[in-house]
């Protein structure tokens, strides 16, 4: 190792708090700091000189592939040209306004404008507020619980860490805050009557949704916020009927509907947007991840028709909205957005997806699926998970201290493959880069097979 290497690892540990790490850990140097240096296509290099292909796409945002240069050159031209204005008071910078143009020229059905923020926890912020505002604008101060899911991923802040329905979110935190509530995850393979049919666990799900909002009395529920598929969560597709009784529900109550597709929007699940993948029509669209590939932050709500009108209608009454950003369209990030979206297009990476996630699908189930410690081989487009149990007939779980999935992300990795390990279960999951090959999924099932043999050999 390089003194250079030495150095940023020390100043790693004795400076800078991770996001979702084990800080005491870290500090202590028991949990190993990995420098990344370079990337190209699917794989990641780090300091060390060590190769990786990335099977997960960094965190399901890298759609496009590592050291596109077309991005990049657009980050700098930007860069040099304007690196930065406001978009207040009607200000506005080209490549936003661009952008914009072209997000709503391929999203849903509907859709009306865009709100630019950085990060998909600040888009659902923004959702939250947009919600109350509506509501408030259309005379129903009451109507403001937003009813989220078990198992869900909208963010971190004090509201999304709210929304998101998974422990970690929030041990010691006081979360979740009211007017949060959450409901059943469409998690079939979990579901607590093994007799019960995909059929019935999506009427008995969808039944206690309606049970939660009439309980609640439906004129205090604004909204309801689902993932197209749960991501984080456990990557969940929803059983077959599941979206189509969940809207029938909601438009009945009158509930505004938000379509959380920071992981499943610009291509992951082998359409441009889940929510046409699973005939959803949302009234909010939260965007982040797949929308600049992570070459830069930023994200977006997709504001439909029927909110914009309440929305026009609250500023005429109010004047300015009193919501925003200092780098809410910031120009350089629309700029990185732009180039990623020209190249989703122009290398066809959604069709890419589509084939090459069902032939990474039908892999994995075929060499993992009869094995005794594998539960389930589950996913959609670009995105699979192997979820391992201790009694396959009788869905019995390993004891969380065991670690299970944890062992085999890292016994993955020694074979020169990221994987993620996904909290409340021992679930590996998959989302690699939308540019895979067929090649490259190989090496993925294969060593994932090797690092479950050897961990299982253990047991």
């Known amino acids: ?129 947009l919600i109350w505002y509506y509501n408030n604008v259309l005379g129903r101060p009451e109507k403001k619980k937003i009813i989220s899911r078990w198992r869900a991923y909208h963010g971190s802040t004090v509201m999304t860490g709210s929304l998101t329905g998974l422990e970690l979110y929030h041990n010691a935190f006081d979360l979740p805050r009211t007017p949060i509530l959450h409901t059943e995850a469409p998690y079939y393979f979990r579901r607590a009557d093994a007799t019960m049919s995909e059929e019935q666990f999506v009427q008995a799900c969808v039944d206690k949704l309606e049970a939660m909002i009439v309980a609640e009395a439906p004129d205090t529920v604004a909204a309801f916020i689902g993932e197209p598929i749960q991501g984080a969560g456990g990557i969940i597709p929803p059983p077959t009927g599941y979206w189509a009784k969940v809207q029938s529900v909601l438009k009945k109550y009158d509930i505004l509907l938000i379509a959380d597709e920071v992981v499943s929007g610009f291509g992951r699940l082998g359409r441009m947007f889940g929510s046409d993948h699973y005939d959803i029509r949302p009234d909010l669209i939260t965007i982040s991840k797949g929308l600049t590939s992570a070459y830069a932050p930023l994200s977006g709500v997709i504001i439909s028709d029927k909110v914009w009108q309440v929305l026009v209608k609250g500023s005429d009454q109010l004047g300015s909205i009193g919501h925003g950003w200092t780098c809410s369209a910031h120009p350089i990030c629309a700029a990185a957005a732009i180039a990623n979206l020209e190249l989703i ?94 090649h490259e999924a190989d090496i993925i099932v294969e060593s994932t097979v090797d690092a479950v043999n050897a961990v299982f050999a253990t047991f």
């Not at 005794?372 to 009694?391: I, K, Q, T, Y």
């Open 1 to 129: 190792m390089s003194h250079r290497f030495n150095e940023l690892c020390a100043w790693d540990r004795d400076h800078l708090l991770h996001p979702g790490t084990h800080i005491g850990a870290h500090a202590r140097g028991e949990l190993q700091t990995r420098v990344i240096s370079g990337g190209k296509g699917v794989y990641i290099t780090d300091k060390s000189g060590r190769t990786s292909l990335d099977a997960f796409a960094g965190l399901f945002c890298v759609n496009v592939g590592y050291g596109r240069q077309k991005i990049a050159e657009a980050i700098a031209k930007q860069a040099n040209e304007l690196p930065y204005y406001h978009a207040y008071d009607g200000h506005g910078t080209e490549a936003p306004i661009t952008l914009s143009r072209m997000i709503i020229d391929r999203a849903p059905k509907g859709m009306s404008r865009v709100f630019f923020g950085l990060s998909g926890s600040d888009a659902n912020e923004t959702n939250i507020k």
């Open 345 to 438: 297009d122009e290398m066809d990476l959604i069709t890419n997806a589509r084939n090459i996630g069902a032939y990474l699908q039908s892999a994995l189930t075929e060499a993992l699926g009869d094995h005794g410690n594998v539960g389930e081989v589950r996913g959609d487009g670009l995105m699979a998970a192997v979820e391992f149990v201790e009694d396959r007939d009788n869905r019995i779980l390993f004891d969380t201290s065991k670690k299970v999935g944890e062992q085999v992300a890292a016994a993955l990795l020694e074979r020169g493959v990221i994987g993620r390990a996904l909290p409340q279960g021992d679930i590996l999951g998959f989302a690699p880069p939308l540019c895979l090959t067929k």
